[in-house]
Nanobody, 115 residues
Framework: QVQLVESGGGLVQPGGSLRLSCAASGIIFRFIAMDWYRQAPGKERELVAGITRGGSTNYQDSVKGRFTISRDNAKNTVYLQMNSLKPEDTAVYYC?????????WGQGTQVTVSS
């Protein structure tokens, strides 16, 4: 059974930083590309960043230069380092495999950027 568990969210002031984690189980993690998504209130879920099994990365334009995705295959974990956070980054953040599998969605982790 595949399980993705996100953590690390919280309340942070504009300009602050957070590091999100997504722990995976039930998959051969090192062979699978991973993505981070987010969903803001009243909006569709959107792709934020991705990392291939080889470590190549890609980002949504709005987070380029501020967010960094990384992975630790020994820990079956993918990370999202978020710096220079803005109020518009407020959302629930989720991870998923590539290709995305709807049954794999976890509970997500809430990120709130507010003064």
């Amino acid at each position: 059974q595949v399980q993705l568990v996100e953590s690390g969210g919280g309340l942070v002031q504009p300009g602050g930083s957070l590091r999100l984690s997504c722990a995976a189980s039930g998959i051969i993690f090192r062979f699978i590309a991973m993505d981070w998504y987010r969903q803001a209130p009243g909006k569709e879920r959107e792709l934020v960043a991705g990392i291939t099994r080889g470590g190549s990365t890609n980002y949504q334009d709005s987070v380029k230069g501020r967010f960094t995705i990384s992975r630790d295959n020994a820990k079956n974990t993918v990370y999202l380092q978020m710096n220079s956070l803005k109020p518009e980054d407020t959302a629930v953040y989720y991870c998923n495999t590539v290709p995305r599998v709807d049954n794999y969605w976890g509970q997500g982790t809430q990120v709130t950027v507010s003064s």
